[in-house]
């Protein structure tokens, strides 16, 4: 009998202390989210994120915060548009994420972010394999912070759109990042892709699906490095540098194309070889404001 009842009070005590982790976020992720805030705010600053992250004492229910139900670890981190634009330019701590074992989704979209401290970038958080997203968009990060980001292979969407990106992209760099699904460099300046250490500048991201390369100054060079992208879905080259005759034999291998946006360049007209594939799966095609006259379409070799 007192077996039993020293059973009984052994399943009570482990459920509570289930129920406990179920309802709070762990101390050290709690810690660590308020270190992160610090370099956010001034000491007395207000918001409405960091007036929520003042009335709850469990982080899961901070305002930019959200949690796994089950094991009650920080899956989700959305600082958008929340550091103190007093504050001026600034350098990120990357490590101040290394905590967050489960993360899944990082957004410091909108900060003013001029790239990481020495030695504290985001190639220190390799380890954390769950990380899917990363938004860093509309921030002042320049070309070096892709070295820094090709060490997180497990990431499946990164956005770097408005950023400082400019010239030649190290194709190399990229291509570690071997899971992305989705890769937004909207608005930058940059003008192609080369290969640092010889050979051609291909893009080899084959689970690539959604690819936005708009406002950039890609000119029709661009297209042979995009002729690994079979399973691309959508391909944003409006506002660019294109002009003159467009060969759509260059983007033949994109087989699972539904969207193709050339918006805002300069072509003329699009070749069609007689060997050419075309787009089986395209859907929409959008080619507005650009200098076709009279035939859009001309046969090529």
């Not at 090709?150 to 990106?165: E, G, P, Q, V």
């Not at 690539?208 to 100054?217: I, R, T």
């Amino acid at each position: 009998m007192e077996i039993k009842r020293w059973s009984l009070v052994t399943v009570v005590v482990g459920m509570v202390n289930v129920m406990l982790l179920v309802e709070g976020c762990l101390e050290e992720e709690r810690i660590a989210i308020l270190q992160i805030k610090t370099s956010f705010y001034y000491p007395n600053a207000t918001s409405s994120l960091h007036d929520s992250w003042r009335k709850y004492a469990n982080c899961c229910n901070w305002k930019g915060v959200s949690c796994n139900a089950t094991t009650g670890r920080v899956v989700d981190i959305n600082l958008s548009f929340e550091r103190l634009a007093e504050l001026g330019d600034g350098y990120l701590n990357a490590t101040l994420f290394f905590p967050f074992q489960e993360l899944i989704s990082l957004s410091l979209h909108g900060n003013n972010i001029l790239g990481c401290v020495e030695n504290e970038g985001f190639e220190r958080l390799s380890q954390l394999g769950s990380l899917k997203r990363l938004d860093l968009g509309d921030n002042k990060f320049n070309n070096s912070i892709l070295t820094s980001l090709s060490a997180l292979s497990s990431l499946k969407s990164l956005n770097l759109a408005n950023n400082r990106l400019k010239g030649s992209i190290n194709i190399e760099e990229l291509n570690r990042l071997r899971s992305l699904e989705e890769l937004y460099l909207a608005h930058n300046e940059i003008e192609g892709f080369k290969s640092f250490h010889g050979g051609n500048a291909l893009l080899k991201l084959s689970n690539l699906k959604f690819l936005h390369l708009d406002g950039n100054h890609f000119n029709n060079n661009i297209l042979p490095s995009l002729e690994s992208l079979s399973s691309l879905n959508i391909l944003n080259l409006s506002d660019n540098h294109l002009k003159g005759s467009f060969n759509i034999k260059g983007l033949d291998a994109l087989i699972n194309l539904e969207t193709l946006s050339l918006d805002e360049n300069e072509i003329d007209k699009f070749v069609i070889s007689e060997d050419s594939r075309g787009f089986p799966n395209l859907r929409t095609l959008l080619m507005g404001r650009n200098h076709f006259d009279g035939t859009i379409l001309a046969q090529g070799d």
